[in-house]
């Protein structure tokens, strides 16, 4: 990930008429006594807001995990929302809601994105994949998935979602990654636990799985 | 270590599979039908009174269901918390709550409570609160003394040296004891060294968020919350809610984490189930990360007067600590004393004073944090034990083996005049294996290596802490499907002791663990009394309670099979999932066989009849189990022999930039001694989490706060800096190594190993900065952050604070 694919964002998120202050002011709750950020879940009820200018559903279609979901989205919700309350998709993680930890890690085009900072309408026309995804239909799992359940990876596993599936994108991306360079491409996400030593023999774990032609 | 089949042995836990497929529900992950959202108002003042209050705009508006105010909660008694507060003693504190019909419909009518606060003094700093004259945190006082809060102002002390950072010493204190002459043992010191120095406190910061959804089903509560334990959570929460423990349904299989924050769940919990019963709704309450910060609870700080008195050999004679204690505005959190007992326990002096007090303040709720006091036992005497070994020109790791206990020391505070004593203690065997594990000289020779302006510095630390309880239930039941199902009510935050502990019942039944079914995670599902998962109670506590439930299974297994073959039960013995007679494996019952028979023989065998010893939660659940194939409850009734304790010895080494002063791990490596390891991956998981957590407190997690109007600036992770990935050594796999001595008061040896590793870690980076430096320098405090490298390197620049200012 890097420059080019943000650019790519911003330019889809603009041709959709969804100006960044507009976002803003969808997701950030004003007022000196509500500290506290709050989420948008507008769900449908047709109250309050729902005459405010732009507050309204679009029914849009999403390609998740391989499969194509009709769902109706509001212009500012995020992708992490869309998919755990609405697609019910409930593996992907809410850590922090500001790009901060990446348990809400996904990939879209193969690329991790944090799901809590992108919006359900940048990723029409795009292939989101969350960590439901990753199993195979027989049962089998990802290369990442079987180095995690070999390793006894992770302890709270709040965080490894997101972990996984910035992994995968490693495996796919540089299967002959060093340690050092696995840790430098997970260095956005965050776990509390802190097992990162057992993180990072996990996703040397999974590029030696990729190498030797594991399926994924 | 003993010839086990299923302990020692890595295994795949069952809950991992869950995990990784993304099928494990959290809290936030439950959906009910018509379920509500809760938003909270919290304060946006340090301390304030809440002067009127109109929620008729905010309930007026479509979509708004339910208000919950202080008013409508029981009222705590002081200094405990209730949840809401109608007087908020910290910015973030929660004052109502109110659930509508989606999150965005709550938070907008959050913003029409018409609200309007009275300031209050406020205090930031508990010296602040001390000086005559300060200001309390609380109306009705600024401490605790036994049970009843007071107020206690340092009048004789002499304010000046707090200005230039000095602890000091003589002001009143709410607690205080002694062993031996303390002035004796310095009169007999070679080497007195005597410090200020300053431990800061950090939030808990669990990955999840302490989010919980509720809903009322005929008179029952189902409560879907983030907690650690969770039969120990049951009581805590029916109270919270007001209603009796059996008309609660538990559901927590999963806790992302709680590091001491989520022992029991959370007294916020209570908040959506209250809101849920006025809205006649499911209510989910998602707790954002910024509220975490506000409620989520942190380690207390601890400003101190440290006096250490050693003989040449390095040796420590005599401790004598003057501790305040940042307590936050509520509760009774007393890590001050454990630190007392810890720092007793790692160094053994003869002679020990130990003067000390919590001071409340105006920042967020104290609790239990991972080695609680244990931590700031290490971060603050660590480098003064360091510092004298150069003194005295001695090994650095040499001075932790003298001082180190063995076998059954004595340690801590005195009851009735004589101490307690540690179960076991092997901390000397584990350094000398990691003496030429790690090999020690070789990192010794790295130390001071220089690269460009970089220098390489070497860090060695012990740490000690609870490892263990008793007393506890086992509940099994073997079915008639062969299977057997063990129940704990031991929490899932991660640790995998729910399960790890859960395979001394089959290692006792002598019989693979394909065999077994691990039944967690939900009161409805017929759980035991339990230790609470948290101060690293459980590995000692439920291999104990699962050894006598499998030990008492097996026997009522040979009373089946004499029962159907003749002959006397010990002629029979029990593998495999079978129960044979010895020497004639044609007789013989598989598990199922004698689960059918067990139900047909009832009382002892199916759970109608139960040991008298077990505790009612126990009984209640072996009750709703019984008839369901051989049902087996038994108490744990092991012999004890003391205050069972682990123990870490971490190694760090790091890079130290003199120009920038940036600090780099380079690597780490931890020694302990916990006993029988259960489950090696995961205690390596613990014991280097733990030491990387410990990095956390040493190298610049902490809170920033804004003097003058009491709030915080560093709100969130990207400001308050928990360790990341590349914070901790990347280059390589980190190292560790167990001393391998059983506890001799557990049947299978085993002792706890959460809490142990972070002070380790702390420690072992403080001391390796130090080393970079040369040595001798004075931090005295933790976190040590860039601009105090800087400054210590560069005298000609000013000192950003003193060593004891808070939140800095």
């Known amino acids: ?216 | 270590m003993a010839d086990y089949k299923l302990i020692g042995k890595n295994y795949t836990t069952p809950d991992i599979l869950a995990k990784v497929t993304g099928r494990a529900k959290y809290a936030e992950d439950f959906r009910a039908e018509g379920m509500l959202f809760a938003k909270l108002l919290v304060s946006p003042m340090p301390h304030a009174r809440v002067r009127r209050l109109d929620t008729s705009a905010a309930m007026a508006m479509p979509g708004v269901e339910a208000i919950l105010t202080a008013d409508e909660l029981p009222e705590a008694e002081a200094p405990q918390e209730a949840g809401l507060t109608n007087e908020p003693l910290y910015e973030g504190e929660p004052i109502l709550a109110i659930a509508a019909v989606d999150e965005e419909t709550a938070a907008e009518a959050i913003e029409a409570v018409q609200i309007d606060f009275e300031p209050l003094p406020f205090v930031l700093d508990p010296m602040d609160s001390l000086r005559p004259g300060g200001p309390n945190a609380r109306l009705d006082g600024n401490t605790m003394a036994g049970r009843d809060l007071s107020t206690i102002k340092w009048d004789s002390v002499d304010w000046s040296e707090v200005d230039r950072g000095i602890m000091p010493l003589g002001g009143e204190v709410t607690d205080e004891w002694q062993v031996g002459d303390v002035e004796a043992g310095f009169a007999e010191a070679d080497l007195i060294l005597d410090e200020s120095v300053f431990s800061a406190s950090l939030s808990h910061q669990p990955l999840e968020t302490r989010t919980a959804m509720a809903y009322w089903q005929n008179g029952k509560c189902f409560m879907h919350c983030s907690t650690q334990s969770t039969a120990r959570t049951e009581g805590g929460m029916a109270r919270w809610i007001g209603i009796d423990p059996t008309d609660l349904v538990l559901i927590a299989e999963y806790c992302g984490g709680g590091f001491g924050s989520k022992i029991s769940s959370s007294i916020q919990a209570r908040i959506p189930a209250l809101l849920s019963r006025k809205a006649g709704k499911p209510v989910m309450m998602r707790v954002t990360r910024q509220e975490e910060n506000f409620f989520g609870r942190a380690r207390p700080g601890i400003q101190a007067r440290a006096k250490f008195g050693f003989k040449s050999d390095g040796r420590v004679v005599a401790i004598d600590l003057t501790m305040v204690q940042d307590g936050g505005p509520y509760g009774r959190s007393g890590d001050y004393m454990s630190c007392a007992d810890q720092a007793s326990l790692m160094y053994q002096p003869e002679h020990m004073r130990v003067r000390g007090m919590t001071v409340y303040t105006n920042t967020p709720p104290r609790g239990a944090q991972r080695a609680p006091g244990g931590v700031q036992a290490v971060a603050m005497f660590a480098p003064i034990v360091d510092k004298a070994a150069r003194q005295l020109d001695l090994d650095r790791l040499d001075i932790i083996h003298t001082n180190a206990p063995q076998g059954q020391a004595l340690f801590g505070r005195p009851r009735q005049g004589r101490q307690g004593n540690v179960s076991s203690a092997f901390p000397k065997e584990a350094i000398d294996k990691a003496r030429e594990e790690f090999d020690w000289e070789g990192m010794k020779a790295r130390s001071g290596q220089r690269n460009g302006s970089k220098v390489t510095g070497v860090g060695v630390a012990i740490s000690s802490y609870s490892a263990g309880t008793s007393g506890v239930d086992g509940l099994l039941v073997i079915r008639p499907d062969g299977m057997v199902e063990i129940h704990t009510g031991v929490g899932n935050l991660g640790t995998e002791s729910f399960s790890d502990t859960s395979r001394a019942a089959m290692e006792a039944l002598d019989t693979p663990w394909e065999q077994a079914e691990v039944v967690w995670g939900d009161t409805s599902k017929h759980l035991p009394w339990s230790a609470i998962q948290g101060g690293s109670q459980t590995t000692h506590g439920h291999t104990r309670s699962n050894w006598a439930a499998g030990l008492e299974a097996k026997k009522r297994l040979q009373e089946i099979a004499a029962d159907r073959f003749g002959g006397s039960a010990d002629s029979f013995e029990v593998g495999n999932g079978r129960v044979f007679r010895r020497g004639n494996r044609g007789q013989a019952m598989t598990f199922g066989q004698a689960a059918e028979r067990a139900i047909q023989l009832g009382g002892v065998y199916d759970g109608s009849q139960l040991p008298e010893d077990i505790n009612e939660m126990t009984t209640r659940s072996a009750t709703a189990l019984a008839g369901r194939g051989l049902v087996v409850a038994a108490k744990d009734n092991f012999e004890t022999g003391g205050r069972n304790m682990s123990f870490c010895i971490g190694f760090a080494e790091v890079e130290v930039d003199t120009e920038t002063g940036a600090v780099v791990l380079k690597d780490y490596k931890v020694a302990s001694d916990a006993g029988t390891v259960l489950h090696p991956q995961n205690f390596a998981g613990q014991v280097h989490g733990g030491g990387i957590q410990g990095f956390g407190v040493a190298l610049g997690q902490k809170w920033v706060m804004d003097p003058q109007w009491g709030l915080h600036v560093a709100k969130r992770f990207y400001s308050n800096r928990p360790p990341t990935i590349l914070d901790a050594p990347h280059d390589q796999e980190l190292a560790w190594s167990v001393a391998d001595e059983p506890d001799p008061f557990n049947p299978l040896g085993a002792k706890g190993i959460g809490e142990a590793p972070v002070g380790a870690g702390a420690g072992a980076v403080l001391n390796a900065i130090s080393d970079a430096l040369g040595g001798n320098v004075d931090f005295n405090r933790s976190p040590i952050m860039g601009d105090m490298i800087l400054t210590m390197l560069n005298p000609e620049l000013d000192e950003a604070h003193n060593k004891l200012s808070t939140h800095v």
């Open chain 1, 1 to 216: 990930m890097g420059d080019v694919e943000h650019t790519q964002v911003q330019t889809t998120t603009e041709q959709q008429g969804v100006t960044r202050r507009g976002f803003i002011k969808g997701v950030i709750a004003t007022g000196a006594s509500v500290s506290a950020s709050n989420y948008v879940l507008r769900n449908g009820h047709g109250v309050a807001l729902a005459q405010a200018p732009g507050a309204v559903e679009r029914l849009v279609t999403l390609n998740v995990n391989g499969q194509q979901r009709r769902v109706d989205v509001m212009p500012q919700e995020t992708l992490a929302m869309t998919l755990r309350y609405k697609l019910g998709l409930t593996g992907t993680k809410i850590g922090c809601d500001r790009a901060e930890c990446g348990a809400c890690t996904v990939l879209v085009d193969g690329v991790p994105q944090y799901s809590c900072s992108t919006l359900s309408h940048q990723v029409r026309g795009r292939e989101v994949q969350t960590i439901e995804g990753l199993e195979g239909a027989d049962g089998t799992l990802h290369p990442v998935q079987q180095a995690v359940v070999d390793l006894q990876g992770f302890q709270c596993a709040f965080c490894m979602p997101g972990f996984v599936m910035n992994m995968v994108a490693l495996t796919n991306e540089n299967p002959d990654a060093t340690r050092g360079e696995c840790a430098h491409h997970l260095a956005g996400n965050i776990c509390r636990c802190i097992d990162y030593n057992k993180i990072l023999n996990v996703a040397e774990k999974a590029c030696e799985y990729t190498r030797n032609g594991m399926r994924s």
